[in-house]
Nanobody
Framework: QLQLVESGGGWVQPGGSLRLSCAAS????????IGWFRQAPGKEREGVLC????????TYADSVKGRFTISRDNAKSRVDLQMNSLKPEDTAVYYC????????????????WGQGTQVTVSP
């Protein structure tokens, strides 16, 4: 079974950038679609972006369009989330999730989850 570990979270000022990584082990990443989700305090988990097995990307959160991008490096068993022009409303715990099928913005679709990494955007 695929295991996922997120890293790269932290504190950043508004307008700054962070790059989150999702490291996979236990299976071949090539077979999995990877989604990034986020959950702010008191809110439901929200789909952000997903990258398919073929490398196609889908953005689920309109608020991140033009600011966040997702990429995968199967040779390194890693999927990254590049976040630019960060805003306080981006503050959340960010999770990566995997399923050996296509992408979805529904967290119930995914079988495997990382533990999450905190992103805080504030002055």
């Amino acid at each position: 079974q695929l295991q996922l570990v997120e890293s790269g979270g932290g504190w950043v000022q508004p307008g700054g950038s962070l790059r989150l990584s999702c490291a996979a082990s236990g299976d071949i990443l090539d077979y999995y679609a990877i989604g990034w989700f986020r959950q702010a305090p008191g809110k439901e988990r929200e789909g952000v972006l997903c990258i398919s097995v073929a490398g196609g990307t889908t953005t689920y959160a309109d608020s991140v369009k033009g600011r966040f991008t997702i990429s995968r490096d199967n040779a390194k068993s890693r999927v990254d989330l590049q976040m630019n022009s960060l805003k306080p409303e981006d503050t959340a715990v960010y999770y990566c999730a995997a399923r050996n099928a296509g992408c979805s913005g529904d967290p119930e679709w995914y079988d495997n989850w990382g533990q999450g990494t905190q992103v805080t955007v504030s002055p």
